[in-house]
């Protein structure tokens, strides 16, 4: 079985440097009938709309099996567990806090720690309850003031036992692919939609951060974007135009009204029609100082000029993974300084995402995924290079710890260091995971030593 190593100097070797394993609430916990429909349950319905016709009623099981969920990643030997609160297992239809539901989160944050494991919560990953979408969605600027109320309940419960709140998750994900691609939930093809989408999701994240301050002050406070460098598919003038206006369309859009208060320079370019409404006094309330930055981080993008906006050109040349993704781990490091470069010094980072998808096989009750172990290993590197230019990142989570719902694939794509069988719902440790455990239990003893040195 190959090995996971890095350099022996690395930062990410010292004792301040957080590893941790992520999921999230849709994709593995089921228990569907002890919470309100999301859009997600919606969705699932709609034929055509998810890859094998599946839906996360059940998933991992893992609100019923959560106690082995927990074993399984203490004895790996991880700093922290990133995880995110399903809004409508804590919040009912009629505005009603639902006591049994936030419990489970309660049970789930203590029992982390008395392993001495943080527990990092992301409050929302894309799983807005239907009866929110009923009036609008993120369409509907109401929807963000109900998120800084969800917000309160849930830091109101929590308070500093959780070591860092996210607001949100992915908002690209949550604007452009649900109200501007139709790719997920809700699955609308607009433009004013998908900017009006972003526009209320990121004043949300804005709304909630003083909630959260004021109920975790010892916590950190901040957001979770998903970032990918993106390269013009020739060097003409007009395919590099391109990537540039994607850049600032899918990576710009998100953070720089977060640390600026201001919106891209594209924004002047779309139609008066496809442009978000903004309130007064809406920048200032996005752009409040955060405490960290957590960024997701995949594959790069490649663009080309198409009507002289842009067009994205899927990879055909390997390595790629069965998402269909290029395996391009030099893009972490490029997309993260380059955005230092533009933006001035950036947030504390954690890299909150990092995985990949592959054609896993049983065999032997093993499974030999070598192509993940270097997928990591040469991504681990890229924080590495990070570092060393300059990036301030204080922690890395690998996505994900258990094969789950992957959204619009269903159950056709593997991203866990740990196979599920949605059969019999039985774990396997892959060798992935076993060579993350084994690096990560060798770091630890390498950093007791030296501190007892």
């Excluded at 917000?151 to 929590?158: G, K, N, T």
């Excluded at 990591?376 to 789950?404: K, M, P």
């Excluded at 866990?416 to 060798?442: E, P, T």
């Amino acid at each position: 079985m190959k090995k996971i190593s890095l350099p022996e100097h690395s930062e990410l070797l010292s004792s301040e440097f957080i590893f941790g394993v992520a999921t999230s609430s849709f994709q593995i916990e089921g228990a569907a009938d002890q919470r309100e429909p999301s859009i997600w349950d919606t969705f699932c319905q709609q034929p055509g709309r998810i890859k094998d016709a599946s839906d996360g009623l059940v998933a991992c099981e893992h609100v019923q099996r959560w106690r082995d969920d927990v074993d399984l990643i203490a004895s790996l030997g991880v700093d922290a567990y990133r995880f995110s609160i399903a809004w409508g297992r804590v919040i009912r239809a009629n505005g009603s806090v639902n006591e049994n539901g936030l419990a489970f989160y309660v049970r789930l944050v203590d029992a982390l720690a008395a392993l001495g494991i943080s527990a990092h919560v992301t409050l929302y990953h894309w799983d807005l309850p239907q009866y929110l979408e009923d009036k609008g969605g993120w369409l509907n600027r109401e929807t963000a003031h109900k998120f800084a109320e969800y917000a309160e309940v849930v830091a109101q419960a929590l308070g500093d036992t959780v070591a860092s709140y996210a607001t949100l998750n992915e908002p690209f994900c949550s604007a452009y692919l649900s109200y501007e691609a139709g790719i997920h939930a809700p699955g609308f093809k607009d433009r004013k939609k998908g900017r009006q989408a972003a526009h209320h999701l990121l004043l949300a994240h804005g709304l909630a951060m003083p909630i959260l301050e004021k109920h975790a002050p010892n916590a950190e406070h901040g957001i979770v974007l998903n970032f990918s460098p993106c390269h013009p598919a020739t060097d003409s003038a007009a395919d590099r135009n391109a990537a540039a206006m994607a850049h600032a369309y899918h990576n710009l859009w998100y953070l720089q009204p977060i640390l600026t208060g201001n919106y891209p320079d594209l924004l002047g370019r779309l139609a008066a029609h496809e442009r978000p409404e903004i309130a007064l006094g809406d920048m200032q309330i996005i752009s409040q100082p955060i405490d960290f930055l957590g960024v997701n981080y995949y594959t790069r993008t490649v663009f080309r000029n198409k009507n002289d906006w842009f067009s994205d050109v899927p990879p055909t040349e390997p390595p790629l993974t069965t998402m269909g993704w290029e395996i391009y781990p030099e893009g972490l490091t490029e997309v993260l300084t380059d955005l230092q470069h533009t933006l001035g010094k950036l947030p504390p980072i954690y890299i909150t995402e990092n995985g990949a998808a592959f054609p896993d096989e049983v065999v032997n009750n093993r499974v030999h995924d070598e192509a993940r172990i270097d997928y990591y290993n040469g991504h681990l590197l890229a924080v590495h290079r990070c570092i060393e230019q300059g990036v301030a990142i204080r922690g890395y989570f690998a996505w994900s710890l258990l094969d789950n719902f992957e959204w619009a694939e269903g159950y056709t794509q593997r991203f866990g260091i740990v196979h599920v069988n949605f059969d019999s719902q039985q774990r396997i440790l892959k060798d992935s995971g076993r060579a993350l455990r084994q690096f990560w239990q060798a770091r630890k003893l390498h950093t007791q030593v030296a501190e007892a040195l």
